[in-house]
Each structure stands twice: as structure tokens, then as C-alpha cells.
T-cell receptor, first 111, second 114 residues
Framework: DADVTQTPRNRITKTGKRIMLECSQTKGHDRMYWYRQDPGLGLRLIYYSFDVKDINKGEISDGYSVSRQAQAKFSLSLESAIPNQTALYFCATSDSLRPQHFGDGTRLSIL | GENVEQHPSTLSVQEGDSAVIKCTYSDSASNYFPWYKQELGKRPQLIIDIRSNVGEKKDQRIAVTLNKTAKHFSLHITETQPEDSAVYFC?????????????FGTGTLLAVQP
């Protein structure tokens, strides 16, 4: 089945390290999104991209960067990780007709 | 920008009872309102959505109502079952509806007691 795949699923790292979370999709969607989930705060949008040449900041982009390497790939980077970036990260995709479909998430812990 | 508030944060009901979750939004331009269900350790999954040209939508035991004037929308689950236990998120989107960025509420943890 066409799906949204996130790697890694779990990551533990140290403060100051550079981290990259990857998202790939086989759904053929042109739009991709990165969200962060924290207990009691819901899902907050970090960055989104409507096509390969389009990158937009979301609600909480500070401390994060993204790269849209291809229509099917959208990666999220933490240049210098800090403990308050510990969270569950979700990638999602959509197109002009269908609502957002989420990946399984990446649980990131920064010590 | 858009702000979405969701209440209650936790809800406990007996199996067979109804559950109602309410959300309000701030941006009058919002025109698409999805609801996602997230089971423990799983991804959020769309369960129902509504557009601003419709006041109510039903899908079996689930319904969503929208009041554009008051800028609020609600999820109604009837005849609740233990498998309905999950976190439910409302969201709102403006300027393009489903395919634009979503602003989510903070979630409601629904517990259905057998």
C-alpha cells in the first residue's frame, strides 16, 4: 500500500548534535508537512512544502530546517539539538484533493 | 493567525453513552475542519471532516456539526465502544481547505469504560 515512511522511528542523542529526520512517501502527493507533538500541546506545524521548490515556515520553525530533495522526500534537520526539542515528530502528505495523511512518527530524545 | 481551542482535555464515558468534543476557531476565513483520531502509539488518522458550506455531516456513529457564525464545531460519537478510546484532535484550515496547512487543537483523551 502507498504510504508515508519516517526514519528513524526512534532516536536518542545528545545536546549539540546535528540530527536529520527523513520522510518519504509513495502516495504521489505533492504537499508535505512536518509536525511536532508534545503532551498537552497537540500537533504543531514546523514547516510545510507544496512542491519541490516551495518551502514555508509553520508555527514553530525556530531551531529547525528542512530540505525537499524530491517530490517524495522531505527531511527535517535540527542543526544543534537541545533538550526541549525532545518530542514526537510526524511527517504528513496531501495533494489538491485529499486530506493530510500521517506517517508513523519519529520519537526523538535529546539528553 | 488561526487559533484552535479544544475542550475538554479529558473525557470519560460509559460504554454505550455519547461523547461530545468541542472546538472553537479564530479565523473567519477557515473553511475546512477535519477530526483525527490517534490511538496510543499510533499515527493520527482522519475520521471525519466538514467544509464550511455544510452544517452537519454523519458517518455511522460519528457526526460533526459546524456553526460558522459562532466559529465553533463539534464531534459527536454515539453508542461509544471501548475501541473508541483514543486522543481526538480537531483542526482548522483556511485558504485552500484540506490541502493547506492545518492548525490543530490540543487534543481530547477519550476513555470509554466497559
Amino acid at each position: 500500500d502507498a504510504d508515508v515512511t519516517q526514519t528513524p522511528r526512534n532516536r536518542i542523542t545528545k545536546t549539540g548534535k546535528r540530527i536529520m529526520l527523513e520522510c518519504s512517501q509513495t502516495k504521489g502527493h505533492d504537499r508535505m508537512y512536518w509536525y511536532r507533538q508534545d503532551p498537552g500541546l497537540g500537533l504543531r506545524l514546523i514547516y510545510y512544502s507544496f512542491d519541490v521548490k516551495d518551502i514555508n515556515k509553520g508555527e514553530i520553525s525556530d531551531g529547525y530546517s528542512v530540505s525537499r530533495q524530491a517530490q517524495a522526500k522531505f527531511s527535517l534537520s535540527l542543526e544543534s539539538a537541545i533538550p526541549n526539542q525532545t518530542a514526537l515528530y510526524f511527517c504528513a502528505t496531501s495533494d489538491s484533493l485529499r486530506p493530510q495523511h500521517f506517517g508513523d512518527g519519529t520519537r526523538l530524545s535529546i539528553l | 493567525g488561526e487559533n484552535v481551542e479544544q475542550h475538554p482535555s479529558t473525557l470519560s464515558v460509559q460504554e454505550g453513552d455519547s461523547a461530545v468534543i468541542k472546538c472553537t476557531y479564530s479565523d473567519s476565513a477557515s473553511n475546512y475542519f477535519p477530526w483525527y483520531k490517534q490511538e496510543l502509539g499510533k499515527r493520527p488518522q482522519l475520521i471525519i471532516d466538514i467544509r464550511s458550506n455544510v452544517g452537519e455531516k454523519k458517518d455511522q456513529r460519528i457526526a460533526v456539526t459546524l456553526n460558522k457564525t459562532a466559529k465553533h464545531f463539534s464531534l459527536h460519537i454515539t453508542e461509544t465502544q471501548p475501541e473508541d478510546s483514543a486522543v481526538y484532535f480537531c483542526a482548522a484550515s483556511a485558504y485552500g481547505g484540506a490541502t493547506n496547512k492545518l492548525i490543530f487543537g490540543t487534543g481530547t483523551l477519550l476513555a470509554v469504560q466497559p
